[in-house]
C-alpha cells in the first residue's frame, strides 16, 4: 500500500505491562459454552490462546459490551505518557499501521456520514507482551483483539513475525488487514450487532449453534475489512489482495486446526474456513459498500 505523507491517527497510544490484576486470563476448567463467549467478547483475528473470563466479569458488575466496567488495570499499568506522535514515530511499520488507522477513521467516517450518523473511531494500543485492558488481562499469545470495554484494538506487532514466517502470510497488505478486521468488530460494536448476536449466543441450545453465529459475526468483520480496502484502491500496489487473500487463508478455523491437531472439527469453527474467510474479505471488496456484508449476520 502507498500511504506516502498521509497523516497518522491521533488515536493511537502505547501501554505498559503492568500487574494482571483480578481479571486475568483463564480457561482452565471452563465448559465450552463459556468458552465460546470469551471468544465473542474478547474479538481475536483468529490466531491465539486462552481468552479473559466473560462470566466472572460479569458477575463483578462490568459490562464487556459497553463502556463502563470493573477492569483489571492496575495503577502502575496506564500507558506512558507519550504522545499519538511518539507512539506511531517507533518506526515505519508503527507509521503504516496508524496510517491504516487514520484511513479507516477517513473512510468509515464518510460511510457514517452518509447515513446521517456521526463515526466514533476506536483506539490502537500497541503493547509489548502483554497489556491489561477493559476485557482482562491482554497477552501477544492471544493475537490481535478489539476489546469493546475499551472500544480499542490491542496489538503487539510481534505478531506480524508469526503471521509471516509461521504462517507464511507475510507483507504489509496483510497487517493492514487485521488491523481493518478488528475496525470491524468495533464497526460492529457501536452499531448494536454484537449485542444482538451475544443475545441470541445466549439463547440457542447447542454450543455449535453458537460457534455459527460467532462465525457469521467475524466473517462479518472480515467483509468489512474488504470494504475498507475498496475505498483505498488507489493506495494498493499489485500483490496488495493477494497478500489479503494469503493472509485470510492462513488463519481459517480448518488451516490453523489441521496444522495444530490434525484434523478439522466445523462445528467447533468460531472464525470460519479459509475459504470463507476469503469470500468474505472479497465480498466487502467487491461490493465496496458496508451492504455488501449485511448478508452475515441477517436474520439474528
Keep these: 500500500m ?41 474479538s481475536r483475528f483468529g490466531i491465539g490462546g486462552v481468552i479473559v473470563l466473560f462470566i466472572i466479569m460479569m458477575l463483578l458488575g462490568g459490562n464487556p459490551l459497553g463502556g463502563g466496567s470493573n477492569t483489571a488495570v492496575s495503577p502502575q499499568a496506564r500507558t506512558n505518557g507519550q504522545s499519538a506522535a511518539q507512539v506511531c514515530g517507533v518506526d515505519e511499520q508503527r507509521r503504516f499501521l496508524c496510517q491504516v488507522l487514520a484511513s479507516s477513521e477517513e473512510q468509515w467516517s464518510s460511510l457514517f456520514t452518509a447515513a446521517g450518523r456521526t463515526y466514533q473511531p476506536p483506539r490502537l494500543v500497541f503493547y509489548r507482551g502483554g497489556a491489561p485492558t477493559g476485557c482482562g488481562y491482554g497477552d501477544s499469545a492471544m493475537g490481535p483483539f478489539y476489546c469493546p470495554a475499551d472500544q480499542s484494538i490491542f496489538l503487539d506487532t510481534t505478531f506480524f513475525t508469526e503471521l509471516a514466517q509461521r ?19 468495533h464497526i460492529q460494536t457501536i452499531s448494536g450487532t454484537s449485542e444482538q448476536i451475544r443475545r441470541a449466543q445466549q439463547a440457542v441450545g447447542r454450543d455449535s449453534e453458537a460457534n455459527a453465529l460467532q462465525v457469521r459475526m467475524e466473517l462479518q468483520a472480515d467483509c468489512y475489512a474488504g470494504v475498507w480496502a475498496a475505498r483505498e484502491r488507489s493506495t494498493l500496489e499489485a500483490g496488495d489482495i493477494e497478500e489479503g ?22 462445528e467447533s469453527f468460531t472464525h470460519g474456513s479459509s475459504a470463507q474467510r476469503q469470500e468474505a474479505l472479497m465480498r466487502g471488496f467487491n461490493g465496496g459498500n458496508p451492504a455488501a456484508c449485511d448478508t452475515y449476520t441477517a436474520g439474528i
Excluded: K
Design 245 to 266: 487473500m494469503t493472509a485470510a487463508a492462513a488463519i481459517g478455523d480448518d488451516t490453523l486446526q489441521r496444522a495444530g491437531q490434525g484434523r478439522v472439527v466445523p
Design 2 to 42: 502507498r500511504f506516502g505523507n498521509r497523516r497518522t491517527s491521533d488515536n493511537v497510544e502505547f501501554r505498559e505491562g503492568g500487574s494482571r490484576g483480578g481479571l486475568g486470563l483463564g480457561g482452565g476448567g471452563m465448559g465450552a459454552g463459556a468458552g465460546m463467549l470469551m471468544s465473542f467478547v474478547f
Design 167 to 185: 504462517h507464511g502470510a507475510p507483507g504489509d497488505f496483510a497487517q493492514a488487514y487485521v488491523v481493518a478486521h478488528e475496525v470491524g468488530h
